[in-house]
T-cell receptor, first 113, second 108 residues
């Protein structure tokens, strides 16, 4: 079974630039999460999708962050414009319907200079 | 106050030592998860448990539902066990809450 795929693995940008991250969850997993993990902290939920609908985006900074999952499979997370404090690892995770276990991608390490 | 608290925050051990990482939570849960994160790597699920005890190789996870407490034990620790260990809880409605992690370094 293929795992959760994320790209890019690393990204370095200057503040005020834009960046996009891509995630392909495990096949058949209806629930997809994007997390932000700042160094030394646990993952913080940005947005949760159930198929192509948003379940929870209460902690997503909507003035600069956006995410979509148009066909209920792949998802993209965008930051526009980036700030220094956005430097973090962005993790995508998915889980199957009725299942508790969460599967994570390898993450995208973002550095904003 | 975080819903999930872990201790210690950092832990250094000599190879071969027995290691314990603790996790306490303050919300009702459907399951508790122990996760492992290597530097620069993604997160791997080690255990998911809702009662009792689970064992996988040198790793043992226990949970006490009444006390809202879980422990992760590593027997005969090895340098390759060096990683960040994260405790997380899941609730109905697909919510997950994460601890801040315990950074473990095992010295040869």
């Amino acid at each position: 079974e293929a795992g959760v795929a994320q790209s890019p693995r690393y990204k370095i940008i200057e503040k005020r630039q834009s960046v996009a991250f891509w995630c392909n969850p495990i096949s058949g997993h209806a629930t997809l999460y994007w997390y932000q993990q700042i160094l030394g902290q646990g993952p913080k939920l940005l947005i949760q999708f159930q198929n192509n609908g948003v379940v929870d985006d209460s902690q997503l900074p909507k003035d600069r962050f956006s995410a979509e999952r148009l066909k209920g499979v792949d998802s993209t997370l965008k930051i526009q414009p980036a700030k220094l404090e956005d430097s973090a690892v962005y993790l995508c995770a998915s889980r199957g319907q009725g299942r508790e276990k969460l599967f994570f991608g390898s993450g995208t390490q973002l550095s904003v200079l | 106050k975080n819903e999930v608290e872990q201790s210690p925050q950092n832990l250094t051990a000599q190879e071969g030592e027995f290691i314990t990482i603790n996790c306490s939570y303050s919300v009702g849960i459907s399951a508790l998860h122990w996760l492992q994160q290597h530097p620069g790597g993604g997160i791997v699920s080690l255990f998911m448990l809702s009662s009792g005890k689970k064992k996988h190789g040198r790793l043992i996870a226990t949970i006490n539902i009444q006390e809202k407490h879980s422990s992760l034990h590593i027997t005969a620790s090895h340098p390759r066990d060096s990683a960040v260990y994260i405790c997380a809880v899941s609730r109905t409605g697909n919510q997950f809450y994460f601890g801040t992690g315990t950074s473990l370094t095992v010295i040869p």
